[in-house]
């Protein structure tokens, strides 16, 4: 059976700086597909530079945390914090919601005004997920669930990764092994939403990525492309540039991001790919071309 890979960017819009590197791994290297910040500092940037590139995939990255909402506060009121801001981290936001001090209409609300306001761009859009994973939590999810349904989108991500690559040099194992124990904390919520996905006929593919964020490297993802299963398969990056807005904003992921472009528009990385049979698509399983490799161009 045929082996194929999403490869699938976070926070595109985040700043310009993220959205350099996102088109860069893209138009350069084997980035098939990006999720969309829809009221992020760089969103308005990205939208006028993804209608030059129709090849890639395009879903909403549904902002719940560290971030500002979409619709007026009034609307959302149990979703934000006084400074008008949702709650800057997904601890306190889980935890809210796990105390019933977040009114659930009010998520459907925002997350609908999100979907909204990147098809009224006319992006045809490939799939759903979160920032910071937050519709992992079942309740959330059947929200995420039914708005995919009504907005025809096929692909909603469920954010929990069945095995992890080998490590390798430059890396992390204290941050790997937190990681690690979080995602295998999300078992349980991850059986219940492929349940739920399945019976409303939404595909939730097999997915990686999550364990090693912040922290891929060559030898991770050469390991995760020969082991891929039979079927299609999400990988989760963050590829970007450092820029000013990114040094200004409470994230882990700086650095990193450059390197993981660097990552993705290697020729080792793709020529892994053709070694292994893998075909790259997007969500929405249209095939994305594979980019020309050194090793191909020598032989040509």
Same mark, same amino acid.
Request: charged letters at 20%; aromatic letters at 6%; hydrophobic letters at 45%.
């Given at each position: 059976m045929l082996r194929s890979l999403v490869v699938n960017a976070d926070d595109l819009g985040l700043t310009v700086?993220?959205? *350099?590197? /996102? @088109?860069?791994?893209?138009?350069r290297g084997i980035l098939t597909s990006a999720s969309l910040f829809a009221n992020a500092t760089a969103t308005v940037d990205a939208i006028r530079r993804i209608r030059s590139r129709p090849s890639l995939g395009v879903g909403v990255h549904l902002t719940l945390?560290?971030?500002?909402?979409?619709?007026?506060?009034? %609307?959302?009121?149990?979703?934000?914090?006084?400074?008008? +801001? @949702? !709650?800057?981290?997904?601890?306190p936001f889980i935890v809210a919601c796990l105390r019933g001090c977040v009114a659930l209409n009010q998520v459907e609300r925002e997350l609908t005004a999100q979907i909204d306001r990147i098809r009224s761009e006319g992006i045809r859009l490939t799939h759903l997920d979160a920032h910071k994973h937050v519709h992992a939590y079942p309740p959330l999810f059947a929200i995420v669930a039914r708005l995919a349904n009504r907005f !025809? /989108?096929?692909?909603? &991500?469920?954010?929990?990764? +069945?095995?992890?690559?080998?490590r390798g040099d430059g890396w992390h194992p204290y941050v790997a092994l937190r990681q690690s124990l979080l995602n295998l904390a999300m078992l349980?919520?991850? !059986?219940? *939403?492929?349940?739920?996905a399945a019976a409303r006929? /939404? &595909?939730?593919?097999?997915f990686?990525?999550?364990?090693?964020?912040?922290?891929?490297?060559? $030898?991770? /993802? +050469?390991?995760?492309? +020969? &082991?891929? %299963?039979?079927? =299609? =398969?999400?990988? $989760?990056v963050h590829p970007g540039y450092v820029d000013d807005a990114l040094r200004q904003m409470p994230t882990r992921l700086r650095s990193s991001r450059a390197r993981e472009v660097a990552l993705l528009c290697s020729d080792a990385t793709a020529d892994a790919l053709i070694d292994e049979r893998i075909q790259l698509v997007r969500h929405d399983l249209v095939p994305v071309p594979m980019p020309l490799t050194r090793s191909v161009r020598n032989v040509s």
């Amino acid at each position: 059976m045929l082996r194929s890979l999403v490869v699938n960017a976070d926070d595109l819009g985040l700043t310009v700086g993220v959205n *350099n590197g /996102i @088109f860069d791994a893209h138009d350069r290297g084997i980035l098939t597909s990006a999720s969309l910040f829809a009221n992020a500092t760089a969103t308005v940037d990205a939208i006028r530079r993804i209608r030059s590139r129709p090849s890639l995939g395009v879903g909403v990255h549904l902002t719940l945390v560290d971030g500002a909402p979409t619709l007026p506060p009034s %609307r959302v009121a149990t979703l934000i914090q006084d400074d008008g +801001r @949702f !709650r800057g981290s997904w601890k306190p936001f889980i935890v809210a919601c796990l105390r019933g001090c977040v009114a659930l209409n009010q998520v459907e609300r925002e997350l609908t005004a999100q979907i909204d306001r990147i098809r009224s761009e006319g992006i045809r859009l490939t799939h759903l997920d979160a920032h910071k994973h937050v519709h992992a939590y079942p309740p959330l999810f059947a929200i995420v669930a039914r708005l995919a349904n009504r907005f !025809r /989108i096929p692909v909603v &991500r469920v954010p929990y990764e +069945r095995w992890s690559p080998v490590r390798g040099d430059g890396w992390h194992p204290y941050v790997a092994l937190r990681q690690s124990l979080l995602n295998l904390a999300m078992l349980p919520w991850a !059986r219940w *939403n492929h349940r739920t996905a399945a019976a409303r006929g /939404i &595909r939730a593919p097999e997915f990686t990525g999550r364990v090693h964020t912040g922290v891929l490297n060559a $030898m991770t /993802i +050469r390991a995760t492309i +020969r &082991r891929l %299963r039979p079927g =299609t =398969t999400e990988l $989760m990056v963050h590829p970007g540039y450092v820029d000013d807005a990114l040094r200004q904003m409470p994230t882990r992921l700086r650095s990193s991001r450059a390197r993981e472009v660097a990552l993705l528009c290697s020729d080792a990385t793709a020529d892994a790919l053709i070694d292994e049979r893998i075909q790259l698509v997007r969500h929405d399983l249209v095939p994305v071309p594979m980019p020309l490799t050194r090793s191909v161009r020598n032989v040509s």
